[in-house]
Each structure stands twice: as C-alpha cells, then as structure tokens.
C-alpha cells in the first residue's frame, strides 16, 4: 500500500547591503597676520661722580700747613707746656727744699736741665696714611624708558566644507522559497 506524503523544503531569504560612505572635502586658506611692533626705546642722562679731596693735613704733616694753621697749632699748645713748665718748677723746687735729703740736689737738677732739651712743641701735623680725605658723590643716572608694543591684526577665513553622500544599496542576494513535493509512501500491509 502506497501512502502519499509531504515533503517541504524551505530556503530562506537573505538580504545583500553594500555600503560606500560619504566624504567630506575641506578646503582652507590660512590666516593672514599683520605684525607692526614698534621697539622700546631707553634714554640715560647721568653726570659723573664728585670728587672732592683734602689734603690740609697731609701739608701740615708735611711742611706745617698754611701759616694761620701752622700758628694756631703752636698757640694751641702753649697753655700745655707753660703747666709742664710750672710742674718742673715745683718739682725742682720741692726737691731743694727737701730737708730729709742730705745732698745738694742742684748739681743734679742742672745736670738734668742740660740733658732734658727743648719742650715738644709739635710744629708739623701727625703723619699719617689717613691724612688724605676723599669724597666721592655719585650722581645717579636718570634712566627714562619707552615701552615699545606690538600691534597683531589676524585676518581668518571661513573653511569650504563639501560633503559627498554615501550610497547605502539594499537588494535580495536570494529570495526566501518553500518547495513542496508530494510523494508516496510504500508500506507493507
């Protein structure tokens, strides 16, 4: 006995897409600078320095000094020697009037007047390395300053952007399809 029977076959559909994307062209021109810088400018007045030099005690030490200097440096002095003076006085005095002595002090004192010398009367200033004075006045220098610039102008320019679409292609690479068959069956009974 023969049975009839069905046989379906079914093939799916499949969908094909290509793709091509899109692009942009851009085109620029570069900005333009302008640049005008103006320098900075300095100006300097100055004086040289003062000097100024003394040297009044070098000459007094060297050869008394200007005369008013030189007298008034001897009549300064005076009062000083004249109590010296009266000092030794008194001093030999005392001694010969010394009664505990035994000896005649004159000799003595004579012979020391002879050997003593001159009073030490400074006719001439002290010698020294710092008889000299120097004064020095700087002047300091008047310093006026111009500050230079600079001075940017920027001409920019808008970029050409173009844009090309892409193409997007969708299309059945294969159709979806049933296929029946009918067919028979044997069968032993």
């Known amino acids: 006995m023969k049975l009839p029977y069905i046989q379906a076959e079914s093939v799916k559909g499949r969908i094909g897409i290509e793709t091509q994307p899109g692009q942009y062209d851009i085109q620029t021109q570069q900005a333009e600078l302008q640049i005008n810088s103006t320098p900075a400018q300095m100006n300097t007045h100055s004086q040289m320095a003062s000097i100024e030099i003394d040297s009044d005690r070098m000459w007094a030490a060297f050869n008394g000094g200007k005369p008013t200097e030189f007298i008034n440096r001897i009549y300064s002095q005076m009062p000083d020697i004249a109590l010296q003076g009266i000092a030794l006085i008194v001093e030999k005095g005392n001694r010969m009037g010394d009664l505990r002595n035994k000896e005649d002090p004159v ?67 294969q159709y979806a399809s049933v296929r029946f068959q009918v067919a028979n069956l044997d069968m032993l009974v």
């Open 107 to 173: 000799p003595d004192i004579a012979l020391e007047g002879m050997l003593e010398g001159p009073s030490s009367v400074e006719v001439f200033g002290p010698a020294s390395y710092k008889n000299v004075d120097v004064y020095i006045t700087p002047h300091y220098a008047d310093v006026q300053v111009d500050v230079g610039g600079v001075d940017i102008q920027v001409q920019t320019h808008k970029p050409d952007i173009e844009y090309q679409r892409g193409k997007i292609n969708v299309y059945m690479e």
